[in-house]
């Protein structure tokens, strides 16, 4: 496919700067574009290489003054390279059809242009919105609603009565909606608590490649809108995660946790239960999180602490050994003189 | 379904003070329960909101002396609740059939009620007792043995040879004897181990979501009687975890590790291979166990001390900070004293 | 099977001591071996034991002195034991066939002996090599390469355009080629990045079980000839991991990080993203890698250190409530020196 800069600079609402007419076939990293490709920069030293690129036209900020090549100038110039990334790689969609070798429940519904591959499991009363994708090996259990735009890759697993929303994509060998992990003592064994909520993800999420969703003791867990996790994370029962959070990869969140919004989990952090995280909070990587967070808040380490006195902190450790020494060359002096006086 | 308050007492063995003749339809937690439900109240604050409640009935303790309302009494009132849960939604069971989209191999036996859903594989000699459901997307590789009353979740895969107890309910995506990590370095490069053992698991096990469990070497990886993992948990090859040992999520355990009964691995928790951890032990959420634990002891830190001395600890370090400038400050004014004396 | 020991020295490569003729029909380990199973022993506390060992033969270092017995003298007694070991389980082998349950698309090209089971899924313009097992509920998509004798384990999924290298095996779970975590902000929401690299595994690599290994964003994924992964590792866009290291368990690697040749990242590390990690390092379990990592380092902590250094601080940090004490004292005792001059 071929299109001029001009038309680019239509779909990323820039102003063009060179030829116009100039034709586009692809999108490439700044090192890797040929002359008829479209790269990006913004960081300056990108901006100071711009005359030693390949690239038949390159998105630069808007502030961007020096002139000459063919540049398309834009707010968010990173932005607007995945727009048009994703303009050149959209014939990669999955032809709508429902295979014979799919298996579908009783009263299934689904809107138009629905794509089911074969050895997907769909149980009964499921109903799918428009524009919906299963991979091969995907299972749908009873009275699960799916809306519309919906990817869900191979071999994931979405439990009964679960609740997803539109423009979703779920990676694959996911689970959603296991029992939470909760047991109430009985005498030397432990007696199961049944788990009888269901999992909610609202619109505009994507979840990660082996995530593990646990479904609510009673109500739901919830994924709130444009919520982001990588792969192998683990949600426990009734944990709510606010609107556009991120939560990176191997993070735990034990049961009944609340995470606010545009808040930032980093890998493998840890969260206990029945903790409440607030707004725009940043959690370190392998942070042990063992009391709740209030809104706004830095915080890193085991138990966590503001980041600025975790980083103080993380200098004077490997210093401990010469600080013991110091103590113990201290004491000596000290003697000497009590000695003395 | 309704049920009067004198049945509910029969089913927990409890004592009913109030209308034995009022009907319940449902059970709910303390706050959502309706005029139909019944909920329980432990903690000191719920018995004081007992009337504020507008359940139809309350699950309280023997020890409970305040008289008014519909009361069930009862050992342990979260116990009763969650039987009276199990009673309300036995609904929910499969169907005992085996699907035609599913594949079963040579020689497969088994007993009464089995339910064996679409795209279930199941290969030679496999045997499965009563009431065992296998939902969409399981694989039971060759000569595996499992019990009766056992439910195993979408795409689970357990492999050749492994044995299955009673009573066991085994989560989505999870994997049963996969090969445990041993190589041999030969030169630069390193030969794989083959690993020939099994992995079995006992009664009454629940297995959660996205777990790996090795296979032994040789022998085989136990996992005993009345134990729960939570979801992604790792288990390496010949692990032992003794009977009613509790594995809560993202806790690695590697290869060889023998832990014994009542022991509870928290959160993110890491053992190394080939120790030995005791009974009633308790180790904190991710800690790194490179030790052998005794019996009775509570755990925490990397590598893990006493619980106790850890919380200690965990209070000092935000204050290293503040020791360091002590420690520089003093040695200021030694050197004033040195002078003068 | 029954084969003689002068046949076991001609595989193993090593000098019989005793009788040739003998028949060994199994391998076993040191405690287990029958009269006529062959072990190994390498350590000296096993050599000592020789003589109660009820093994038909026992395969020793070649410095091994004592006389005696039936031996096989080796440079490498475990990986020849290891050799008999395979050759006494080859038996193990699936059929070649392709199930009439799997589904391959258009254009499927396969070598020999391959052996596709129940509910495989295969896409268009797939290419298997020779001797590829494939188990139930592998799902490969379009455009995917997998070269000769690889084991793809149950419920695997590869996604498209993917490239699998010679000897390679994938155990049951993993996921390979998942979009990388990738959003650019925009307003309140974050944008996707669309992910068009691939995954490329070459020769002789073992993916553990619960794997998710996630494409370039551009360009690729690599994980070099002869890398070894344990379970539940998650590796992001754009990593590469060098020949013959190893990844254990619940290891997260950040995106853009590189792995040089022979490393070890011990279990549940975590390495940040865009870091480069030298040749022969290796790095602690639950370590946090915070900064590059130079060749032939052992590091250990949160941030990493040498290890000895870090070994050290493990000893001092239970001792800092007695080191905060002693501070207060001297302390104390300061005041009174200065109270007195």
């Given at each position: 496919m071929n299109i001029s800069l001009s038309r680019i600079g239509e779909i990323v609402g820039g102003e063009v700067d060179g030829d116009g007419n100039k034709n586009i076939s692809g999108a490439a990293g700044f090192?890797?574009?040929t002359v008829n490709d479209i790269t990006f920069a913004v960081a300056p030293k990108f901006l100071k290489q711009l005359y030693v690129s390949k690239a038949g036209a390159v998105i630069v900020p808007k502030s961007f003054s020096v002139?000459?090549?063919?540049?398309?100038?834009?707010?968010?110039?990173?932005?607007?390279f995945i727009k048009i990334l994703e303009f050149?790689?959209?014939?990669?969609?999955?032809t709508a059809s429902i295979s014979s070798s799919a298996y579908m429940g009783e009263n299934f519904n689904h809107g138009k242009n629905v794509s089911i591959a074969g050895?997907?499991?769909?149980?009964n009363n499921v109903s799918l919105g428009d524009s919906v994708t299963l991979y091969p090996g995907v299972v749908i259990e009873d009275n699960v609603k799916i809306g519309s735009d919906v990817k869900i890759y191979p071999n994931v697993t979405i439990l009964e009565r679960c609740i997803i929303g539109n423009r979703i994509i779920i990676h694959a060998g996911t689970v959603i909606g296991s029992d939470g992990f909760g047991f109430v003592p009985d005498g030397e064994k432990y007696h199961k608590i049944p788990?009888?909520?269901?999992?909610?993800?609202?619109?505009?999420?994507e979840i990660g490649a082996g995530n593990t969703i646990d479904r609510g003791t009673f109500g739901k867990t919830r994924i709130c809108r444009g919520v982001k996790t990588d792969n192998l994370v683990h949600v426990g029962h009734n944990v709510i995660i606010g609107e556009n959070s991120i939560i990176v990869a191997q993070v735990g969140i034990s049961g009944s946790v609340t995470i606010g919004k545009h808040t930032i989990i980093a890998g493998q952090a840890g969260i206990s239960g029945h903790l409440s995280i607030g707004d725009n909070v940043t959690v370190g990587p392998q942070s042990g999180v063992a009391k709740s967070i209030k809104s706004g808040e830095t915080v890193s380490g085991t138990p966590t602490m503001p980041h600025k006195l975790w980083l103080r902190i993380q200098s004077i450790i490997p210093r401990l050994p010469e600080f013991k020494k110091k103590l113990k060359e201290i004491e000596k002096r000290l003697i000497e003189i009590e000695k003395i006086i």
């Open positions: 090192d890797d574009a002139r000459g090549g063919n540049l398309v100038k834009v707010d968010n110039p990173k932005l607007a050149f790689n959209t014939g990669q969609k999955k050895f997907v499991y769909i149980g788990h009888l909520g269901i999992v909610q993800i609202d619109d505009d999420v």
